[in-house]
């Protein structure tokens, strides 16, 4: 059995709204320390690690640790559906999952529970990156919203004492340049690391921003990037993106 209660529902709505942009089914796993997943995408570029504390919940009645198939995009229809003030429950039984939002009036939305197939992620653990910064949210979002104007894809240059974030087309190109202490820090680096990643896929990811004001930003040469947002004791949403080959 498993049942729980949360006055936070915008915390799990912006969490599981990012997350449905990659991911639209998967396994989530509720353990007796929270709600856990980690999934990759259909195209196996991106790997989600999301992990949802049981501190954030008024009520959490745990007995055993279960595996559920959850359509996320239905669920984020659901969350969308609450209103300021209300309170949410959810209840698993069998084969549903049961969410009631109520806050004078009471409203009782069942999901079936699914079988999800999915690509097996790669193990996370065994990356190593020789580059771990953190960088403001906004800013950050910010030098994404620019390279869209130009470009499909962005090139992220770190070394010591400046981030650099570029795209390029035949005619134009964007750059957003930071220093040490103007929106970011390095906690750690060596030599200069620079790869090209996706836009597509970090303006989805960027979507985040709404849960941390700080990204961890962590990369290689032509190696993942992992960005990290946490919301400390509550929530723990990563992503760890593939590079693409330079064109």
Do not use: W
Request: charge should be negative; avoid cysteine; aromatic fraction near 6%.
């Amino acid at each position: 059995m498993f049942e729980a209660s949360i006055d936070d529902i915008g915390m799990l709505r912006d969490s599981i709204a990012t997350i449905s942009d990659i991911i639209d089914e998967t396994e989530l796993r509720i353990k007796e320390k929270g709600i856990e997943m980690m999934a990759a995408d259909r195209a196996v570029v991106a790997v989600v690690d999301f992990m949802f504390s049981r501190n954030v919940f008024t009520e959490y009645k745990f007995e055993k640790e279960e595996k559920i198939g959850i359509n996320l995009v239905n669920l984020l229809q659901i969350l969308k559906r609450a209103k300021d003030g209300d309170k949410m429950r959810m209840k698993l039984d069998s084969n549903k999952l049961h969410i009631t939002l109520q806050n004078g009036s009471r409203r009782v939305f069942s999901l079936p529970l699914i079988d999800v197939s999915k690509e097996e992620p790669p193990p996370l653990d065994t990356l190593n990156f020789p580059a771990h910064l953190k960088i403001n949210s906004d800013i950050l979002n910010s030098g994404i919203e620019d390279a869209e104007l130009v470009g499909d894809s962005i090139v992220l240059t770190a070394s010591k004492g400046a981030f650099l974030m570029k795209s390029e087309s035949d005619n134009s190109s964007a750059q957003l340049e930071l220093q040490t202490g103007g929106g970011m820090k390095i906690v750690e680096i060596g030599e200069p690391v620079r790869a090209r990643y996706s836009l597509d896929y970090m303006k989805k990811i960027m979507r985040a921003k709404k849960l941390a004001d700080e990204t961890t930003l962590m990369m290689g040469t032509d190696y993942p990037l992992k960005l990290q947002f946490e919301v400390p004791g509550k929530l723990s949403l990563g992503f760890v993106l593939a590079p693409r080959v330079d064109e």
